[in-house]
């Protein structure tokens, strides 16, 4: 499914009948089984997040069996369960790099839109970029680990929240759903307060184990010490600093924003939201570290995502969901080729 840019329309996807690629030195070439839906693929598509080029294969939670090797592959092998992630590639020697912290690398290259991606039977990428996924996950269980789960988990390490700090969530989507299953293993004490539009979102965090539930301008019962927001718009940002105790962090977990709310920030004060030490940070892509310990995390801890399984040609019908704020209960995940099972 392959994305022409403004030339095919704004959000539409082509099917197309390529050639199948060939993996160069250094690199393999994966058949796709599933590919998860991302918010960040409905930014591409939608102009908000411009591609290196046209046309791209969008879809960067990936997972799929090794294929083929390139020339110089000694860390994997053919038939090898793997994952792919938005971290397709990075220079390796900048100063970024050489601190662990690849993910803001001048050179940073995004599987699905610096090259193409998952919506696809088959991909090349970088060997040194590819995940080994444990038998205890299906491939419906990982995909959405690779995206929503490693990025969930790279905001909560950059909340630098203690046992027993409140933790706020706003917006309930595949990440943030993941998000609250981790603080409940791994904090057990912190509550979690989850900000949400729809009335099945808010039954969805509380099943899954939040304190208390409400929309972006309700206040919790507490003020909160770091919040993740993982919402498209700019309105819930601005509640969300109302909401934080002195020397909170907000963390955002986004790389576009829609425009239509961004008179919001014209509310923005700064005695009431930002004085007393408050913080706003951005999360910015994933490192491979960060997909591995996800996924290691998911195995140890039992996190599994809820997941609604499509077919592949189904996937602008699951983007122009996310588009009009439909609910969406976990994430979604594409049927691409086969199963779990070793070829």
Partial sequence: MVYHGLSVGVGRLVAEERPDPVP???EVLVRVS????????????DGRLEPSRFPIIPGHQVVGHIA???????DVQVGQRVGVA???????VCRWCLAGDENLCPDFVSTGCSR???YAELLTVPAKFVHPIDDALSDLDAAPLLCAGAIGWRALRLCDIQDGDALGLTGFGASAHLVLQL?????????VYVFARQPEERKFALDLGATWVGASLERPPQPLTAIIDTTPAWT???DALDHLSPGGRLVINAIAKLRTD?????????QRHLWMEREIRSVANVTRRDVRETLAAAVALGLRPTVEELPLEQVSEALGSLRRGERVRGARVLRVGSSDRVM
Wanted: hydrophobic share 35%; net charge negative.
């Fill in 86 to 92: 938005w971290i397709a590639s990075a220079c390796g």
């Fill in 116 to 118: 193409d991606g998952g």
């Fill in 236 to 238: 819930p940002v601005v």
């Fill in 34 to 45: 599933v590919c998860g839906v991302c918010r960040t693929d409905l930014d591409i598509v």
């Fill in 262 to 270: 961004k008179e919001a920030l014209l509310r923005l004060d700064y």
């Fill in 68 to 74: 083929e090797c390139g020339d110089g592959v000694t």
């Fill in 183 to 191: 603080v409940r293993k791994r904090y057990p004490q912190s509550p």
């Fill in 24 to 26: 160069a030195p250094g």
